[in-house]
């Protein structure tokens, strides 16, 4: 477990990688999944029409849910072994190795993008990148999706895999502002047993340049 300091990329990759089989097990267990993530995230997803990406997809269980739900989606993570899985369970689905800062996408492309929970390890110096590429991504319009730990403040916690970070609905919110986005509704709640969570729907502005 990281100390609380910022980790790379490649950090992460590898300690998911190290426990990719047990984050799978809880993934896909009764204890992993909650009804009201299910109900926001194909509602979401109902309203928008064309190519999508789940960016950070781990091993595949949204993007094989919206498969399920008609969509035209693709799942896209840095860890093999995730690919490799969600390959595996999701056969007619299709996902590849990427990072989020770098979607390989054409400008302008995707009518959505899910991204739950896949920026809670970034260094908060470093998400305004990301949400930048998921911008450029996104036609005008288009729909983001972003789950993320909900606290009073931007700070690391340790997590059970590595270093991640708690975010305010309004600092990310003002992020995403920044980026090219309208915040258009957001939801938080907290479990028992489980760290405060919240959940942002966004559209991609249009852009007048």
Known sequence: MNGGFPVSVDEVREAYGRRADEYVELAFSP??????????????????????????????RWTGFLRDQGCDIEGVDVVP??????RSRFPDVPFRLGRLNDLEVPDRS???????????????????????????????????L????????????????TTAYFWSIEEMSRCLADSGFRVEATESRVDPGRRPHAAIVARRVRDER
């Open 81 to 86: 072994r995730f690919i490799e899985i969600a």
């Open 110 to 144: 995707l009518a959505g993008i899910l991204s739950w929970y896949s920026i809670i390890h970034t260094d908060p110096a470093n998400v305004p990148g990301i949400l930048g590429e998921f911008a450029r991504c996104l036609a005008d319009g288009g729909g983001l």
């Open 31 to 60: 204890a992993g999944r909650h009804e009201l993530d299910h109900k926001l995230i194909s509602r979401w997803a109902g309203g928008l029409s064309g190519r999508m990406i789940d960016a950070g997809c781990g091993p595949g």
């Open 146 to 161: 972003l789950g993320m730990f909900e606290g009073p403040r931007v700070e690391p916690f340790p997590h059970a895999v």
